[in-house]
């Protein structure tokens, strides 16, 4: 039987595992998808903390990429977007 593990409030398909260069995993669920000067981000949840990660994104047919070597500019432009979006959703609830 497998173990239930703790999803925090997402779905199982809105969870993914990243994988760092030390060899160490954290799972993240995917706050969303948003677009800045038409390129796509990414927000992430590790689980279980209240940390975002913001990271380009690219998706593709069958998979998709994280792109963590954003600019200076890219990331505050990234993180004004966000939070303007997180903003507006408080407001409507």
Do not use: Q, R, S, W
């Not at 969870?15 to 992430?44: Q, R």
């Amino acid at each position: 039987m497998a173990e239930d593990k703790e999803l925090y409030g997402y779905e199982e398909d809105d969870i993914i595992t990243l994988e760092y260069d030390n060899g160490e995993e954290e799972e993240c669920g995917i706050v969303g998808v948003f677009d800045v000067d038409g390129k796509d981000y990414i927000a992430l949840n590790p689980l279980g903390t209240g940390e975002v990660y913001i990271y380009g994104y690219k998706e593709y047919e069958e998979d998709f990429e994280l792109i963590d070597d954003l600019t200076d500019e890219e990331f505050e432009k990234a993180i004004k977007e966000f939070e303007g979006l997180i903003d507006a959703e408080l407001v409507a609830d």
